[in-house]
């Protein structure tokens, strides 16, 4: 079934165990790893094309689409929270982090939650400067060239995840893990666009991400056992 949940690896407490394994000290102690949160690909939406035909063909079609396109946009708003949620608390446990979106003023709130997040946490500017300098936006994508860790977290259509992958995957590290934070669509359907299978994964958080300290790793046949490893590390 479609949305039937993959087999789970294991599941982890972000910024508990996990830290610790990957030599990240609690309140923000740098930690040397580099991670990329993806939020929106700077690319139309999959079907853009068919949609706009479709709205030609009569008022019911247009109602209908336009009840799509309003999800979509639900859907947008959605994971652009949970992606800038997820980026700040990595920036927070020590990771430096990019937040990559199309366009700067989608990127604003997350880092504005961010401060709050870290203002909260840490306490006195002296810890909070350094996780906030850790946290930068990232609209031309740049960040996952250095990244240990691309983290997907775009909204659910398999296609535009895909097509997101093989653009990623060209610029990204041999070593690096490529994870996607899809809670429906199956990682076996969506490890058919990545290059190297072994690499990549389900890391998928709970939202809210600072409030509920749980990811679950999801894995698939062909995810390689020391990265399903590093995964829980982190």
Same mark, same amino acid.
């Given at each position: 079934?479609?949305?039937?949940?993959?087999?789970?690896? +294991?599941?982890?407490?972000? &910024?508990?165990?996990?830290?610790? =394994?990957?030599?990240?000290? =609690?309140?923000?102690?740098?930690?040397?790893?580099?991670?990329?949160?993806?939020?929106?690909?700077?690319?139309?939406?999959? +079907? +853009?094309?068919?949609?706009?035909?479709?709205?030609?063909?009569? &008022?019911?079609?247009?109602?209908?689409?336009?009840?799509?396109?309003?999800?979509?946009?639900?859907?947008? *708003? =959605?994971?652009?929270?949970?992606?800038? =949620? *997820?980026?700040?608390?990595?920036?927070?446990?020590? $990771?430096?982090?990019?937040?990559?979106?199309?366009?700067?003023?989608?990127?604003?709130?997350?880092?504005?939650?961010?401060?709050? /997040?870290?203002?909260?946490?840490?306490?006195?500017?002296?810890?909070?400067?350094?996780?906030?300098?850790? /946290?930068?936006?990232?609209?031309? &994508?740049?960040?996952?060239?250095?990244?240990?860790?691309?983290?997907?977290?775009?909204?659910?259509?398999?296609?535009?995840?895909?097509?997101?992958?093989?653009?990623?995957?060209?610029?990204?590290?041999?070593?690096?893990?490529?994870?996607?934070?899809?809670?429906? *669509?199956?990682?076996?359907? /969506?490890?058919?666009?990545?290059?190297?299978?072994?690499? $990549?994964?389900?890391?998928?958080? $709970?939202?809210?991400?600072?409030?509920?300290? /749980?990811?679950?790793?999801?894995?698939?046949?062909?995810?390689?056992?020391?990265?399903?490893?590093?995964?829980?590390? $982190?």
């Amino acid at each position: 079934q479609r949305f039937q949940r993959p087999v789970l690896a +294991g599941l982890a407490m972000h &910024g508990d165990e996990g830290a610790a =394994d990957m030599g990240i000290a =609690d309140g923000g102690e740098p930690a040397g790893g580099r991670a990329v949160v993806i939020v929106d690909p700077a690319t139309d939406d999959a +079907g +853009g094309e068919q949609i706009g035909h479709a709205r030609q063909d009569g &008022g019911a079609a247009h109602a209908r689409l336009a009840r799509l396109d309003g999800h979509r946009r639900q859907q947008r *708003i =959605d994971h652009r929270v949970m992606g800038g =949620d *997820i980026a700040a608390w990595a920036a927070l446990r020590g $990771f430096n982090v990019t937040l990559q979106d199309r366009e700067q003023k989608y990127i604003d709130p997350a880092l504005t939650r961010a401060r709050e /997040l870290f203002e909260k946490r840490l306490k006195s500017e002296d810890r909070i400067k350094p996780a906030l300098a850790r /946290l930068n936006s990232d609209v031309e &994508g740049k960040g996952v060239a250095a990244a240990d860790l691309v983290i997907e977290a775009i909204y659910e259509n398999a296609e535009a995840k895909e097509a997101l992958y093989r653009k990623a995957e060209a610029d990204m590290k041999a070593e690096a893990l490529l994870a996607t934070n899809t809670s429906s *669509i199956p990682l076996d359907e /969506l490890r058919v666009a990545v290059a190297r299978p072994a690499r $990549f994964l389900g890391l998928h958080y $709970f939202n809210p991400v600072a409030l509920m300290p /749980l990811v679950e790793i999801v894995r698939h046949d062909q995810l390689d056992a020391a990265n399903e490893k590093r995964a829980l590390a $982190f």
